[in-house]
Every structure is written in C-alpha cells, then in structure tokens.
C-alpha cells in the first residue's frame, strides 16, 4: 500500500545529492537547482539563520522513494529576492501584525525561472498542496515561491496560492554568425548606440576576454570577488555571498562558470559572472554578476552585455538572461518575457488586499509589455 510521508530537512546535506538531482533532471530543472549549487549556498554561510535565511528544505517520500523536492527557506527578510514585497510588509507593520519570518522557496539571490517543486507530473499537485499545507500549519504569515514556471504556476494556484507576474530581458539567438550579423538586425539607433558605447571602451585602452571551465583559476576567482564586493562596498552595503561560495562552485561545478575580465595597461580591472546551463536540450547564459575596480563610461555594458553575446554566439547559446528588471536590455537586443510567482498569505484580509493588488498588477504589466518596441528592423512596434 502507497504511504505518503513529508520530511522537512535543515540543511540538504541531510539527503543524498543523487537523490535530490534525480528529481532535477526529471522536473528539467537547472544546475541553479542542483544539491551542489544550494549546498555550496550552506557550506559557505551565504544562506543561514545569521544571514536572515534558515533552510527547511521539504522531501516527499512515497513508501522508500523520493518523488519531490522543494527548496525552501524560512526569511527574516526580503533581501536577495529579486520580486518585491516590501510594501506588504510595510502594511503588516503598520497594522501590528508580524510579517516576518516568511516561506521563500526560490534560488536564493537568483532571479532565474524554472522548476520550484522538483518533481515528475504525477506528483506536482501534491507536492503543491504539501508545501501549501507546511505554509499553514506552521503559523508564518506567508509563502512565496518564486520564477515558478508555468506547471509549477498553475499547481501552486490550484493549491490555493495568488499569481504574480514580472518582466525581464532575455536575449535569443536567432543563428546569426556573429556579433556584426546580430548588430545589423537591429533598428539603425540602436545599432549606432552599441557601437557608440563599445568604441568608447575600445578608446579608453581597455580589452576583454572570457574564460569558461578550468579556464578559470583561483587567482581569477579571487580578482572577481574583489570586483564584485566593490559593487556593493561603493554603496556602503555587505555583500550577499561570501568568497567561499564562488570558489565552492568554481571547484564543483566549474564546466557551468563563465567569467568575462577587462583589462587595461596589463592589468585587470572588472569582472562579470555568468552561469552556463543546459535545459530541454537549450545552451543558457545566465548574467549574474559584475564589478570594476576603477570607472571606465559603457564598461558595464561591454562586460555584462556585449562581450558574453559574443562568446554566445562563437558557442551556440541559445538563451542570454540577463537578471531581474532593466528596460535598458531593450536598446541591446533583449527582449521582453513574463516571468511568474506565487504567494499565499495566512492572514484573510491582507489576503484579499493583495490579490485585488495582483489583478491590477497583472494588468499594468500586460499594458507595460504591450507598449515596448521591438529592437529589431521590420518588426511590429520597432
């Protein structure tokens, strides 16, 4: 006879990385889903209880066999989240309530879509309403799970929860030989503007490369991270994630790192990061993160935009997603795409507040996307 059991588990140490990664590459999940990539989250004290993230990761078992998984953190905060609530939490407080600790169950400071409740068809509604159900009995005001995709999405609302919609910039490959090919697809001004920004870069004495895989060495590791904490010490914050994450992952998953350096004089002086994945059978780029030591104009588009669409181009990536937010992305080629969220909220009236909030949302961001204009020649809108 079937037994379905839930186990919630501290840290995903506490399961086998085998198991969790079969449920992976059966929801065609990411390597961002990977036991090795949340894992190196934990080890290096990115995400924990001291950070504002408490790991309650969720395992449901039918009889022996693990047939989901579901990434989950308990959150002190809203920080590293990329889909904003802050003003939900705003309105707990000024009516007395605690919005605070909430469920999350996300990549944490990764505004990247795909698989949430790691799972093959036959159990996604279950897993659905488990974490549903986790959400209610364990007292929090909220659960939020975030850039869901469109099965997750609509097993999570038929569990109870609110859709969210959001836009982004992901760049497509539409098999141009080369980065002048893609150029001359786009309308005459923005054509002109990236050529602009990439000689004003070229004039300053400032070279790019890319290395990818074993190509990146511990030196390079620690010059990035010097980039990348400047980006956030220049605004007077602490960096989310710790020199040990980055070279967790560089030594585990190094086959999926990408790093683009910029050098002028001999020496180097930014860095962007990006993650390459394979899903249904498509090469991916994900942008995540950039830094410079010293101010040169359009560097940041050379380095996180222009520079990466080559090397995706030379190496036949499909998808570039270029992070959360940034209408910018628009005159360099991305185009718009709706990404998804779901919420449930314990309290009923600020429940019923936020779902009439959502429909006027979602009705905002359809007009938002309506309006853009294409960055192509002859295209509808451009």
């Known amino acids: ?65 693990l047939v989901a998984a579901i990434p989950l953190y308990a959150k002190g905060h809203s920080y590293g989240e990329f889909v904003f609530d802050w003003a939900w939490a705003e309105a707990y407080q000024r009516n007395g309530l605690e919005y605070y600790p909430k469920w999350l169950t996300a990549i944490p400071f990764t505004p990247v879509p795909g698989a949430r409740l790691l799972t093959t068809e036959p159990y996604r509604a279950l897993a659905a309403a488990a974490l549903l159900q986790w959400a209610k009995k364990s007292g929090l005001s909220s659960l939020h799970v975030l850039y869901t995709t469109p099965e997750d999405t609509e097993a999570l609302a038929q569990a109870g929860c609110l859709r969210r919609t959001h836009t ?114 498509q090469r991916k780029l994900y942008g995540r993160y950039w ?20 090397w995706a181009l030379a190496n036949n990536i499909a998808v570039v ?6 209408e910018h992305k628009l005159a360099r080629g991305f185009e718009p795409v709706q990404t998804q969220s779901t919420h449930w909220l314990a309290h009923p009236g600020f429940a019923d507040a936020v779902e009439k909030f959502l429909e006027r949302e979602r009705a905002g961001v359809d007009n938002y996307l309506g309006s853009l204009s294409s960055p192509f020649r002859g295209e509808i809108g451009d």
Not at 174 to 199: G, M, V, Y
Not at 267 to 277: E, K, N, R, V, Y
Not at 321 to 326: F, K, L, Y
Request: hydrophobic content about 40%.
């Open 1 to 65: 006879m079937s037994e379905l059991r839930l186990q919630a588990i501290e840290h995903i140490s506490e399961i086998e990385a085998a198991q969790w990664n079969a449920l992976v590459a059966a929801s065609g999940g990411s390597v961002l889903s990977q036991h090795a990539f949340l894992q190196a989250f934990e080890t290096s004290g990115s995400v924990a209880p001291d950070t504002g993230w408490q790991p309650r990761h969720l395992l449901l078992w039918e009889n022996d066999s």
């Open 168 to 281: 982004q910039f992901h760049w497509f490959n539409r098999d141009w030989p080369d980065f002048e090919s893609f150029l001359s697809s786009l309308t005459q001004p923005k054509r002109k503007k990236i050529r602009a920004e990439r000689r004003k870069v070229r004039e300053a004495g400032v070279t790019t490369q890319v290395l990818s895989g074993t190509q990146i060495t511990a030196e390079d590791w620690a010059f990035f991270y010097r980039c990348y904490a400047n980006t956030y010490h220049v605004r007077g914050n602490t960096p989310y994630l710790t020199p040990e994450f980055f070279l967790t992952v560089g030594e585990l998953l190094s086959e999926h790192c990408v790093m683009a350096i910029a050098t002028r004089r001999d020496q180097p002086i930014a860095a962007s990061l990006l993650w390459l994945d394979t899903v249904d059978g």
């Open 291 to 310: 830094g410079a030591l010293e101010h040169v104009d359009c560097l940041h588009f050379e380095l996180a935009y222009y520079t990466p669409l080559e």
């Open 321 to 326: 997603e270029g992070g959360a937010q940034g």
